[in-house]
């Protein structure tokens, strides 16, 4: 063998060695990796195979996902589900309110959702937005991705500056409780947040609950929503969220886990709402009804006057599963204090309260569903905030919008440094 035979094969050697490294520390698991796999694994789980996709312009995909293939039928318990189509019972009142509304605002532009403006899902499909890799590596790991962090819930009882400091959460919110409650419906002012850090929100909405505040509480939720984290953008949201472990271990945003039950082809969970509300500008809202079927038992959502989204079954619950003994209507946002100072993320339309229609975000028509399946006027409504020099709440009532209230605000200001 020649010197240069000799070290060419040398070399070779060395390469394979090399090689041989490099496979074992793959197949050893490297955290790199790891991640990867699980993040992969992941998106095979949450993005079904789809019938038809569309592309937003907003750059999301819209998958149109058959209906008997969507996530929630993955849960253990829904294997052999039969969809309900359809609810048994809507709430008494419902109608002749809505016939009301149509009147009185024909002639204005309805909200949509962007994705429409390329395409529609087919019947029996559901739209499902696409989850992409960048959507979960944001998240702090695989397993919370789409989830709240603990103790985001808006608990009048315990403002004490402890309880603000360590969830990061802010509120400005009206509530009842001390009754059973089968659901809840509010008129709820569409705007578009400033968020001051990617890892802030800021949302407006309604919570269904029950239970106590400690690891037990159930709770249903739907809004709108601003979430760099969650979506990757600054766009407002069509949202929803449940958990049946006080944001531990269950429940998540949209579809994003198994759970809710979709059964509309026309609004994709999740994806913009366009258009939103103007300062000094056009108003523009969302009505979102969710009641418990009398006769099924599980929680429906509906989405204005038409869509009838779906449902989360009631085994998913604790105490919901008969009934939930406070409901919450408002704005929540996150005050990370980056930088030692509040931040100036906006709840609502970033203006206070006291400036009023259109400069100010609102609830109104905000009802409760009571247990003969009516749509009732809230009695004893009481409001709630942890900072009011932040962000503020305030009630009235008069008989276009029945119940109404006015919140939010700017966040950081001179009088809330």
Same mark, same amino acid.
């Given at each position: 063998m020649t010197a240069a035979q000799f070290s060419s094969g040398r070399s070779?050697?060395?390469?394979?060695?090399?090689?041989g490294l490099i496979s074992l520390s793959c197949a050893g698991g490297s955290p790199l990796s790891k991640q990867k796999l699980d993040v992969h694994k992941h998106l095979k789980r949450l993005n079904k195979p789809a019938?038809?996709?569309?592309?937003?312009?907003?750059g999301d995909i819209i998958d149109c996902v058959h209906i008997s293939k969507q996530p929630a039928l993955d849960h253990p318990f829904l294997k052999d589900h039969k969809i309900q189509m359809r609810p048994s019972y809507h709430?008494?009142?419902?109608?002749?309110?809505?016939?009301? !509304? +149509?009147?009185?605002?024909?002639?204005?532009?309805?909200?949509? %959702?962007?994705?429409?403006?390329?395409g529609r899902c087919p019947e029996d499909t559901i739209p499902i937005r696409r989850t992409k890799k960048d959507d979960v590596l944001r998240a702090s790991s695989v397993k919370r991705y789409g989830k709240k962090k603990r103790?985001?819930?808006?608990?009048?009882? !315990? +403002?004490?500056?402890?309880?603000?400091?360590?969830?990061?959460? %802010?509120?400005?919110?009206?509530?009842?409780?001390?009754d059973k409650y089968y659901g809840a419906k509010a008129t709820i002012n569409v705007w578009e947040p400033k968020i001051q850090q990617p890892n802030e929100f800021s949302l407006s909405q309604l919570w269904i609950l029950g239970g106590s505040f400690g690891e037990d509480l159930n709770s249903i939720e739907a809004g709108w929503q601003v979430s760099p984290d969650l979506y990757g953008d600054n766009n407002t949201r069509l949202f929803t969220y449940w958990t049946s472990d006080a944001y531990q271990a269950t429940g998540c945003y949209n579809l994003l886990c198994s759970g809710f039950i979709q059964v509309n082809s026309e609004i994709a969970m999740g994806a913009s709402i366009s258009p939103v509300s103007g300062f000094r500008g056009s108003q523009y809202d969302i009505n979102i009804l969710v009641w418990k079927d009398p006769k099924e038992g599980n929680w429906w959502m509906q989405f204005g006057n038409d869509y009838v989204l779906g449902y989360w079954p009631s085994f998913l619950f604790s105490y919901l599963a008969d009934s939930a003994s406070m409901i919450e209507w408002g704005g929540e946002i996150v005050n990370s204090a980056s930088d030692g100072r509040h931040t100036s993320t906006q709840m609502g339309s970033g203006h206070f309260p006291e400036e009023g229609f259109s400069k100010s975000s609102y609830f109104r028509n905000i009802q409760v569903v009571d247990s003969s399946n009516n749509l009732r006027v809230p009695k004893g409504i009481g409001t709630f905030t942890e900072q009011s020099n932040c962000y503020d709440v305030q009630t009235g009532s008069n008989g276009d919008w029945g119940h109404f209230f006015y919140y939010g605000g700017p966040g950081r200001n001179p009088n809330c440094p």
């Open positions: 070779l050697v060395a390469v394979l060695s090399i090689w019938v038809k996709s569309i592309t937003s312009p907003d709430p008494e009142g419902l109608f002749d309110e809505s016939k009301f !509304s +149509a009147q009185k605002k024909e002639g204005t532009r309805p909200i949509t %959702q962007l994705w429409h403006m390329n103790r985001s819930i808006p608990q009048p009882r !315990s +403002a004490d500056p402890d309880f603000i400091n360590e969830s990061g959460h %802010q509120h400005a919110i009206a509530y009842v409780e001390g």
